[in-house]
Each structure stands twice: as C-alpha cells, then as structure tokens.
C-alpha cells in the first residue's frame, strides 16, 4: 500500500463525507474527470475496490482519521 497524496487525501476526506464527484469538483475547482482520475489513484494506492471501502482501509490504515469526518450535526453548522 502506498500513502496517499495530501490532495487524494482531501478528496477522499471529501468522499467520505457523502460528497458526489460532481460536488467534490466544484468544491475544488477541477473536472469530475480529474476526480474520478484521483479517486481510481487513490483505489489502487490502498487496494480499495470502491468508495466506501477506500474510506474503510483510509481511516484503519491512518490516511485518515475521524476529525477528517463530519458528524450530521457538524454539516448543518458548515452549511448554515
């Protein structure tokens, strides 16, 4: 397994708060394309076979941790 690059992690700190690859675009300017290019990088750095299962090994792994997550509470703050 080979670490993550600190703007895959930003993209899968993204993922793993229910972000689409659209959404996570527009948050940081690039193509939905660019996306699905760091998100098949970031799949094969940890072994993942999809979304859910690359937040799975990031957080037992390290790459990363729960202040990377937000709580349901913690996203209705961020958005009012």
């Given at each position: 397994?080979?670490?993550?690059?600190?703007?895959?992690?930003?993209?899968?700190?993204?993922?793993?708060?229910?972000?689409?690859?659209?959404?996570?675009?527009?948050?940081?300017?690039?193509?939905?394309?660019?996306?699905?290019?760091?998100?098949?990088?970031?799949?094969?750095?940890?072994?993942?076979?999809?979304?859910?299962?690359a937040v799975a090994i990031a957080l037992i792994t390290g790459e990363?941790?729960?202040?990377?997550?937000?709580?349901?509470?913690?996203?209705?703050?961020?958005?009012?």
């Open positions: 397994m080979r670490s993550l690059t600190a703007r895959r992690r930003h993209v899968l700190a993204l993922v793993a708060n229910g972000h689409t690859n659209a959404q996570i675009g527009r948050h940081l300017g690039i193509h939905e394309r660019t996306v699905n290019r760091h998100l098949a990088e970031i799949f094969q750095a940890l072994g993942a076979r999809d979304r859910a299962n990363l941790t729960a202040h990377h997550i937000h709580t349901p509470d913690q996203q209705r703050e961020a958005a009012a």
